[in-house]
């Protein structure tokens, strides 16, 4: 089972990328006492890491309450989680995403790292940096299927992901 985007999406101006849907508000507001809308300025270019942990811990249970309710179903699902190697970086966090988490639970045993850049070397640097921070984890090379003039062929990402030690892949569309 791929969790693909299993986050906040950031907005498209990249500002406010959260609801304050009904629940969250009352949610929020129940634990401590104060409405997300009051506290959270959504124009500022960040937030209350309160409010930050407060959403990663919910994406965080999400995860883990599908993993456990499909359990019920099968006993052996395998669960992907897409990430990007720069592992805490800004990204991450702005969509609430909680790696080191789900990479410490049994919320994912596989990690589809989105390794679709316009170099080889870019390619290799950013699976062995993910080798790095998921020893022992399936990884799982998210490559390019576009190969304009900007990306590498399909063969030398191939080669660029073998060399890292890593076999299996799958094809994004990427332009």
Do not use: C
Not at 22 to 50: C, D, F, H, K, M
Not at 88 to 100: A, C, N, P, W, Y
Not at 120 to 145: C, F, Q, V, W, Y
Request: hydrophobic share 40%.
């Amino acid at each position: 089972m791929q969790a693909d985007y299993h986050f906040f999406p950031l907005a498209p101006s990249s500002a406010a990328p959260w609801s304050f849907d009904t629940w969250a508000i009352n949610a929020y507001t129940a634990q401590y006492g104060v409405s997300p809308l009051t506290e959270v300025n959504t124009a500022a270019p960040s937030y209350p890491q309160r409010w930050l942990d407060w959403n990663r811990e919910n994406v965080s249970q999400a995860l883990l309450q599908l993993r456990n309710a499909s359990e019920v179903a099968s006993r052996s699902p395998l669960f992907s989680a897409v990430a990007f190697s720069d592992w805490d970086g800004t990204i991450h966090r702005s969509k609430m995403i909680d790696l080191v988490r789900w990479r410490n639970s049994k919320a994912s045993e596989l990690f589809f790292v989105m390794a679709y850049f316009a170099s080889t070397t870019s390619i290799e640097n950013d699976l062995n940096e993910a080798k790095t921070h998921l020893p022992n984890r399936r990884i799982i090379a998210g490559l390019a299927n576009l190969t304009s003039g900007t990306r590498p062929s399909v063969a030398a990402q191939l080669n660029s992901m073998t060399n890292t030690g890593l076999q299996d892949f799958a094809w994004f569309p990427y332009t």
